[in-house]
């Protein structure tokens, strides 16, 4: 039988001289693993404003629905889809949602694919999620999809809300992906993103800005 | 994707006339060099980190056979189903039929530079599935049917103008802008309704991790993430050098790549998957398709310093300091790769016949050896190549140079016959010595003047002139 093009590529590559493998050399810690809970907020916040994105603080629920409401007042915002996460489940915005004149869906609320797909697109005008880690090194969101957590909801709508327990705030993408890859960590998700600021682009004329494909604002909660 | 590489000079030419590209050119590289340099000090030590990530690639490749195999195992296990393409027209196929099997005549495209290597796109459309480019540079460098003029952006040349005229004709623009953010948010309207609409996305991968069997990708824009939430189907195809060992490996990897390619800390998005969407899901790909494409890779592994080529994570940091790359752009390299890397990776994947403008057209300056992230050592491969060139070609051409080389080496290892034939040369030098120069010769030397001038000898050497005043002290004494 005609050896297939896996075994043929693999045996070339087998048959070839083996080279040597050069030691590595020792990192330094990364700075960030020295911060404190205020220092690593304060790192967090400088990263992702600098990416345009706005942090707000908000010490429990209460705070968070105020946030909630200044933005959707400020957005003009009257459709949302959410997560159904653990954290945005807890804030019941349904019910916020029917007193601030806000319609508030989630992916289950559509009878299949097609139409959530058309809804997220073109009928929401914000996505608020919650997320699994926030990385002071940079800024960044780690959010991994699933059920509850659907990959278009962050990513379509033109406006993306994130509300992330201040307990989930790490240093480095280490401590946050090092629980979902590791050895003693979860069942690794399908997908997972890490998300830094707002969709942005210098493509024409070396010009940047936000909002190529993705939102063309992010806006993080950090609670608790 | 059509090659062009026999042609470099010509091009190149054409391009160093081109105003517009070089005022850019004169711009915009330094200025992401720059960035870089600022964005690298963020690590506690740039220099030890540079040398991580120079150790990671050299592992990676070295350990190519086994990581594949545990790469693949591990993306197996979660569900993807992992193709081996030979060769571009092999992997082509593979697409085609994944799309023929779902009578899909609409693809939507991430940024990937294998598939610009296959001549993806062509293919397709070939047999009436039309591909859309979805980063908005490939989106432009697409629809004007050229090549990239640069990894990061590849249409980054283009004038607005030329801009606006195209997606007036092609993207359904309504009204003439030349504002980069009207026309960007022109594109982001146009491809909104491909996404929604595609029922397969395409991507490349930035990293494969061996030991999670997960594909890591890396950009600005949102498109790769829309091209893996929206479309049922999701086909990434690859390189064999993608592979890392470890998630860790990947991370750093993916700190030194942003900070090299664009002078980020790190990009807007990366996305990591693992196998197709879980059931729970409701977007995301019913099926993950990943395939390896080795068009020649396993090939060229063979010889130790062309394996070196492999190493490359395709950040563009080369292209931005080369003196060469700043006076003539990406469009004379001929093909996907351009700047330092393209002179490195296309002899390699081409073979060095229609490519020998490229690693001649080098000073051996050696920068892009100092900033590469992957530690590759450009000037030598450089050098190796034109090596095997010259071997190549001593059986077939090159006479002159041939005796030119033997009657220069006989002289150079004899001082007599050195001083003898520099005796007779000096007098015939003299006679095309124009102002104290010479500026052009005749025959086999014609060539060597095209780009250089020579000062004429003067009347009387160095030695005579040593020997005489020796003499005269002598005389004086
Ligand atoms: S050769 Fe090195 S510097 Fe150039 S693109 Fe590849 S990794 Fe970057």
Known sequence: ?224 | MKIDTGNFVRNAKLEMQNQYARTFLSLLPPYIAARRVKVMGSFPDPAAAQELSRAIRAEAVARMPDLLEEFEKNAVAAGARVLWARNAAEANEMVLSIARERNVTMVTKGKSMISEETGLNDALAREGIEPFETDLGEFIAQQLGRPPFHIVGPAINVPVEEVCDLFMKKAGMQEETTDPVELGYAARLFLRDKFRRARLGITGVNMAVADTGAIINVENEGNIRFNKSSPRTQVSVMSPEKVVPTTTDALHLLRVLCRNCTGQSISAYVSIDRGPREPAEIDGPEELFIIIVDNGRSRLYHDPKLREALRCIRCGACLNLCPVYAKIGGYPYGWAYSGPMGQVLNPALLGLEETSDLFNACTLCGTCREVCPAGIDHPAIFLHYRALEVKRKRRSSGRWETILFGVWGTAAAHSAVWRFLYRLARPVLAVFGNNGKIEAMPGPFAGWFGARDLPVPARRTFRDQWRESLSKQGGAS
Not at chain 1, 65 to 78: C, F, M, N, Q, W
Not at chain 1, 173 to 199: N, R, W
């Open chain 1, 1 to 224: 039988m005609k050896e297939s093009a896996r075994e043929e590529i693999l045996a070339r590559l087998r048959q070839a001289p083996k080279m040597e493998i050069p030691a590595r050399p020792v990192m330094p810690t990364p700075r960030e693993v020295l911060l404190d809970r205020d220092g690593l907020t304060a790192r967090f916040t400088e990263e992702l404003t600098r990416e345009s994105g706005v942090v707000y603080r908000a010490a429990d629920r209460e705070e968070i629905l105020d946030y909630l409401t200044e933005i959707a007042r400020a957005e003009s915002l009257t459709r949302i889809m959410m997560s159904t996460d653990d954290m945005i489940r807890s804030l019941d915005l349904p019910a916020w949602g029917e007193r601030q004149g806000v319609s508030v869906s989630t992916a289950a609320d559509y009878p299949d694919r097609e139409s959530y797909t058309r809804a997220v697109f073109d009928e929401t005008d914000a996505g608020v999620t919650g997320a699994d880690f926030a990385v002071a090194e940079t800024g960044t969101l780690v959010i991994a999809h699933g059920g509850n957590q659907p990959r278009l909801v962050s990513l379509a709508p033109v406006l993306h809300v994130a509300v992330v327990g201040i307990d989930r705030l790490v240093p480095t993408y280490e401590d946050a992906l090092s629980v979902f890859y590791g050895d003693a960590g979860l069942i690794p998700p399908a997908h997972l993103t890490l998300v830094t600021g707002p969709s942005m682009t210098a493509d024409i004329r070396a010009t940047a800005f936000k909002g190529m494909h993705g939102p063309r604002r992010v806006i993080v909660i950090l609670a608790g």
